[in-house]
């Protein structure tokens, strides 16, 4: 049976009062201005930030103060001028030894809970199974696992908050996952949860929306000023930001590509879909999926990870199936490609960043079928955190709302004027 549409299956019509209103554009405050350039260049002078920021000396150097007083930089070494002269001055960079912050990624399967420096580097990460897919059971155990993680190997840094990531729809103002099939969720409050449970600040997103800001922070330049990030794992979604703003939606729903047709590569073999069609993006290049067609092959594989380490190794009949899925996502860049025209579009897939013929097929894909894409090269690059994705994407859902606002309600970070 021909599954029903989302407009056939309302019992009533949309209206324009049901769409939530769009709050204002936040524009970040100086000092979150100046902690990102000193995150950039730092060592750096508080003169050098102020041309960078455009904001006046007197300001940056107020900022500066404050960051300083909340543990959030420290100074380094003086340095003199050019050949030794004029004053010396004091450059500062960010503190890496006070705070780490906690992130938790929910997959499909697992959870990864993890702790990261202010610099974005992972400090520790540990990944589970899930003995349960009851939300609140899952997140009670979450909960119980970062204070262990914590003990075993902050070293004394203090955690300031806790930063949540999951695939499918997430609201992060309402801190809640609004909708994830997979695990079969919806309307979950995972903040409220969470802050209860640990006592910490808790902010929640989007992995693909986490691992978007974490490219702009700490990894490709090119993100700063637009980008769409593809996520291809268990789920498969993306993000969308412009002059370095996340694009949400007013449903919480941008991103939700997983039912993009594809169809089956030519091969007449498409797989059907949970949504009652054939060849949907994710039913087609899903670790799922994945995994399936191994079987069909007659590899002798239970886990994404051991088909992955198979190909990584260069079993034949594993390396055709992850350059069948690049060639796959290739066909999905090239439409992200010509419908937002980012200046790079980052794929989170681990063939794309580990497999160097895979990312050659998906850039010929998008060669072969953009209408905008000139450069592929420049243009189409994979993951800065392939090896870390998960235990990235949970910190830097944290790290983001503190480099957003770090003079903000932090209650472990000391009071500033």
């Known amino acids: 049976m021909k599954s029903l549409s989302a407009a056939a299956r309302r019992t009533t019509p949309l209206l324009r009062s049901d769409i939530p209103a769009v709050g204002p554009a936040r524009r970040v405050p100086g000092t979150g201005s100046v902690l990102s350039a000193i995150l950039d260049h730092g060592p750096v002078a508080r003169s050098t930030v102020a041309r960078l920021t455009g904001l006046s000396p007197a300001s940056v150097t107020g900022h500066v103060g404050q960051l300083l007083a909340r543990g959030l930089v420290r100074e380094s070494a003086e340095t003199a001028g050019p050949r030794g002269l004029g004053r010396p001055h004091i450059p500062v960079e960010i503190d890496t030894g006070r705070y780490l912050v906690a992130g938790a990624h929910i997959a499909v399967a697992h959870s990864t809970v993890s702790l990261m420096d202010l610099r974005g580097r992972i400090v520790a990460e540990e990944r589970q199974p899930h003995r349960t897919t009851d939300p609140h059971r899952l997140l009670a155990d979450l909960a119980e696992r970062i204070p262990r993680l914590v003990s075993a190997r902050a070293a004394g840094r203090t955690v300031p908050a806790l930063g949540v990531a999951t695939g499918h729809r997430v609201d992060p103002l309402a801190g809640m996952i609004v909708e994830h099939p997979l695990l079969g969720w919806r309307d979950v409050p995972v903040r409220d949860i969470l802050s209860a449970a640990t006592g910490l600040p808790v902010h929640v997103d989007s992995h693909s929306r986490a ?173 800065s955190f392939t090896g870390s994705v998960l235990a990235t994407a949970g910190g830097a859902v944290a790290l983001g709302a503190l480099y957003l606002d770090p003079l903000g309600p932090w209650p472990a970070l000391p009071a500033v004027s």
Do not use: K, N, Y
Not at 303 to 312: K, V
């Open 211 to 383: 691992l978007a800001r974490a490219e702009q922070m700490f990894g490709e330049a090119s993100t700063r000023a637009s980008m769409v990030l593809l996520f291809i794992g268990a789920v498969v979604d993306a993000a969308f930001a412009t002059e370095g703003a996340m694009h949400r939606g007013p449903r919480s729903g941008a991103g939700s590509i997983a039912h993009l047709p594809l169809g089956a590569g030519g091969s007449g073999d498409a797989e059907p879909c949970s949504c009652g069609r054939s060849g949907c993006l994710q039913s087609e290049v899903s670790e799922r999926a994945m995994v399936r067609r191994a079987a069909e092959q007659g590899l002798l594989v239970t886990s994404f990870r051991e088909l992955l380490d198979q190909a990584l190794a260069g079993e034949a009949r594993a390396v055709a199936l992850f350059r069948r899925r690049a060639g796959l996502v290739g066909r999905a860049a090239a439409l992200l490609l010509d419908m937002f025209d980012p200046a790079v579009l980052v794929v989170v897939e681990p063939g794309a960043g580990r497999i160097p013929e895979c990312l050659a097929d998906l850039r010929e894909q998008v060669a072969e079928r953009s209408w905008v894409c000139d450069d592929p090269e420049r243009a189409v690059v994979p993951s």
